[in-house]
C-alpha cells in the first residue's frame, strides 16, 4: 500500500512531466495527428480542449497539500499536530458532547541516560518507548515526539474524558516504559513522569492552554519523584514558575559553593561514641536561606546535574574526614546517599576509586547508601556490578529505608550489605507502641542472624534511644542525637557530645 509521502511524490513527478517546459515540443505533433485523423473538426477540438486539460490536471495536483512533517527519529507528529488536534476537539465539543485531554510524558532522567550509554543507545530506546506508549494508546490519539526524551499525546474525544480515565491510561504507559529494555544484552530499567490536563481544567480553551497546563502538571510530578503522575490544578503553575526559578539558579548555586553536605552524627548504642556522619546536601541560599531538599532536589535532578552534585557532595564529605583526622578525632565512616540514577553510571567504581586515592583515604572511610527500593527492583546489571564493586572495593553499603521497599533477604546477601538503616517509620515511639516494637524486634532479629550491622534513624527522644540499645540496634541516628550541621559546627558538637559521655552512664543492652 503507498504512503501518502510516496503518493505525493509521484504525482508531484506526473504534474512536472505535463506542466514544464518541454511539453511544448509534443503540441505540433498532437494537433498535426489530430488533423491526418480527425480533420479540421478534430484539429479545432484538441487546440481548444488541451490547454484546459493541462491547467485541471495542474491545479489538481497542486490542491494536493504536502507530507506533514514528522520528528525524523520515530516518526511522531510533532507539537503543532498535537495542538492542532486539541483545538478541533474544543471546537467540536459543544456539539458532540465529547470531551478531550492533553497528556505530557517525559522518561525520567533521560539526559543522565544519554551521558551513560550514548547517543545511539538513547536513540534506540527512544524509538521503542515511542512503540510501547503507542501501544498503550488508542488508534485515533495522536502522539508527538517532543525535546530529548518527552513526549505529548492529544486524547481523541471520549464521551467520559475524567480523572479516572486519564489516570488509568497514565498508569498504562508508565507500565509499559517500566518494563525492561535490552540493550546491548544488559538490562536496563527506565521510569516515566507525566502531568495530565482535562479540557474542563483550563481558564482558556486552546490546545496551547492545554500543553501548557499538561507540562505544569508534569513539572509537578517531577517535584515528587520518578514516575509521578499528577493532574492539572491552577495552583500547579505558581508553584512551576518556582520551580523553573530554582533550575535556573541551581546550576550556578553549585559551582558557588551554595550546596553542600552539612553532617548528622551516627552514635553507637554500644559506648556512645560517634561511630560516624551522613552528608546531607543543604542549599544555603543568599535570599532565602535554607532551601529544603525537597524543593532543590527535583531541580538539580530537572537540570540534569545529579551527577555533578554527588560529586560535590562527595567531594566535602572526603575533606571532612581529612579535617576531623588532622585535629586528631577519629571518625570512622561518612555515609554518601547514591541515587539510581548515579549507581546506573557504567564508571562509578573507577570514579570512586580515583576520589578516594586524592584524598589518600581507605575504601571503608566511605559508606554507600542506597535506597532499599533500589536494591528491590535491582534487576538492572550495571547497578548490580557496581554495587557489587563498591563491595569489593571495601566500601561499606549501607540499606536506607530499610522496611519501605521490599528488599528480599537473598537481595541483602546478593549485595553484600553491610549494614540496614531501619526507617524512621518503625523507630517513632518505639518506646511506647507494642507493634512498633515488635516490628523493630523482628527485623533486629534478622539482621543479627544474618550478621548485619544496624542503624535506627529518626530517633528522636530519649526513651527511642534507650529501646532500641536494649532490643540490640547497634546505632542510632536523629534529631534526638543531633541535627545535621555545618562541618564548621562538629568539632565543638563532638566536644560536648564527649564531655556528656563522661557524666552519663551506660545505657543497657539488652543480654544474650
Partial sequence: MLSRQMIY?????????????????????????????????????????????????????????????????????????VEGALDTSLESQPKSGLSTACLQVELDDFRDFTDRFGRKAAEDILVRASERILGALRSNDVMARLDGGSFSIAVAPIRRADLENLIQMGSRIQSTIAEPFSLDATNVYLTASIGFCLSTRTSIRSGSAMLEAAECALFEARRHGPGGLRAFSPEMKKKAEDQSALIGEVGAALEAGQIQPWFQPQVSTDTGEISGFEALARWSHPTRGIVSPAEFLPAIQQAGLSERLSEIIL???????????????????????????????????????????????????????????VVAGSDDDTITRNISGLSKLGCGIDLDDFGTGHASIANIRRFAINRIKIDRSFVTKVDVDPEQNRMVSAILTMAERLEIETLAEGVESVGEHATLSQLGCGHVQGFGIGRPMPLSETVLWMEKHAGKLTQTPAIGRKQG
Avoid: C, Y
Fill in 315 to 373: 567531594f566535602h564529605a572526603l575533606s571532612a574526614l581529612r579535617s576531623w583526622d588532622q585535629t586528631g578525632i577519629h571518625i570512622p565512616s561518612v555515609g554518601v546517599n547514591f541515587s539510581s540514577e548515579e549507581l546506573r553510571n557504567p564508571k562509578l567504581v573507577e570514579k570512586i576509586r580515583w576520589e578516594l586515592d586524592r584524598f589518600d583515604m581507605t575504601a571503608d572511610r566511605l559508606s554507600v547508601e542506597i535506597l532499599e527500593s
Fill in 9 to 81: 511524490e509521484n504525482v508531484k513527478s506526473f504534474r512536472g512531466a505535463i506542466n514544464g517546459p518541454h511539453i511544448l515540443a509534443f503540441l505540433p505533433a498532437i494537433t498535426l495527428g489530430a488533423f491526418w485523423l480527425g480533420g479540421e473538426s478534430a484539429l479545432l477540438v484538441v487546440a481548444l480542449l488541451l490547454p484546459a486539460a493541462l491547467g485541471l490536471v495542474g491545479g489538481a495536483t497542486a490542491r494536493i497539500p504536502p507530507p506533514e512533517a514528522r520528528d525524523g527519529l520515530t516518526g511522531l507528529h510533532l507539537r503543532d499536530a
